[in-house]
């Protein structure tokens, strides 16, 4: 006689409970597997990654994906890794990453014009408050991106090495039935 409790839905459907960290470690963990999981080398991902957090780290939001693109193509990268690795700075994020790359700039290049007003931080907004400010903020980015252009190229390297030689070993395992 067949198993009737086994085929039989329960009573009430569980319920599972999804909050927005949960969906936020979803998508997360969806964009690192797609990243990846790419087709290239890992020391051009890196460099795509490196390329991306650079461009994202200047105070050009509306131009960054345009200016990632072409560098990457021109680079021969890997378009989709570079264009997602700008993404820690967009729209959500401008207002205190621009006031940050402001005061990392101000330690930089000397600034005694008016201070950065958090209410006004579009391009236009901040190119009409002078030259002098987005030159600063220009120079913070440039500060704070080189360094992390570089620790990106060898953490990215590093860990993409290590996935894929993980990935791998995962494979030969299933395949070899051990």
Do not use: C
């Not at 839905?9 to 999981?37: N, S």
């Not at 990457?72 to 700075?89: D, E, G, P």
């Amino acid at each position: 006689m067949p198993d009737l409790k086994r085929h039989t839905p329960p009573a009430e459907p569980i319920k599972k409970k999804k909050d927005w960290w949960t969906g936020t470690k979803r998508l997360t963990r969806y964009w690192y597997l797609r990243v990846m999981r790419q087709n290239s080398s890992p020391k051009e991902l890196a460099t795509a990654l490196a390329l991306g957090m650079f461009i994202g780290a200047l105070p050009i939001i509306p131009l960054q994906s345009i200016i990632v693109l072409a560098l990457a193509f021109v680079f021969k990268l890997n378009k989709f890794a570079a264009w997602m690795a700008t993404n820690y700075s967009n729209a959500v994020t401008m207002a205190p990453f621009y006031y940050f790359l402001f005061h990392v700039g101000k330690v930089v290049v000397p600034y005694e014009g008016h201070p950065l007003d958090l209410n006004h931080l579009e391009m236009v907004q901040i190119i009409e408050s002078g030259w002098d400010l987005y030159m600063v903020m220009f120079a913070g980015g440039l500060v704070f991106g080189i360094p992390a252009t570089i620790l990106t190229y060898f953490v990215s390297l590093f860990g993409i090495r290590a996935y894929r030689k993980r990935r791998a070993l995962k494979l030969l395992r299933k395949r070899t039935g051990s």
